[in-house]
């Protein structure tokens, strides 16, 4: 079963840009619908962006949208998530997420059943 790992995350200033990274530890990406969630202190974890398993398909956060782009390389068993105008509400923890058994859960939390253990965003103002 695939296990996920995310890196790069950072802090970065207000209007920069960071791009954080999926890979898988075990097993492959490919197959798999994938998505990004993040959870700021003290709040729900918020869908930011999905992605098919072709990679054709990517849907986005009405909080992100336009300003983040969701990617994959299916051939390296990476998924990306680049971030732009960040902003300090965009401070969370960020974690990617697979699904084994749904075709597209898209922004659905519960059609999840992989996680990574996150990574911390930090914007400052």
């Known amino acids: 079963q695939v296990q996920l790992v995310e890196s790069g995350g950072g802090l970065v200033q207000t209007g920069g840009s960071l791009r954080v990274s999926c890979a898988a530890s075990?097993?492959?990406?490919?197959?798999?619908?994938m998505g990004w969630f993040r959870q700021a202190p003290g709040k729900d974890r918020e869908f930011v962006a999905a992605i098919s398993r072709s990679g054709s398909v990517t849907e986005y956060g009405d909080c992100v949208r336009g300003r983040f782009t969701i990617s994959r390389d299916n051939a390296k068993t990476t998924m990306f998530l680049q971030m732009s105008s960040l902003e300090p509400e965009d401070t969370a923890v960020y974690y990617c997420a697979a699904s084994s058994y749904r075709t597209y859960p898209g922004r659905d939390r519960n059609g999840y059943d992989r996680w990574g253990q996150g990574t911390q965003v930090t914007v400052s103002s």
């Open positions: 075990v097993g492959t990406l490919s197959g798999y619908s």
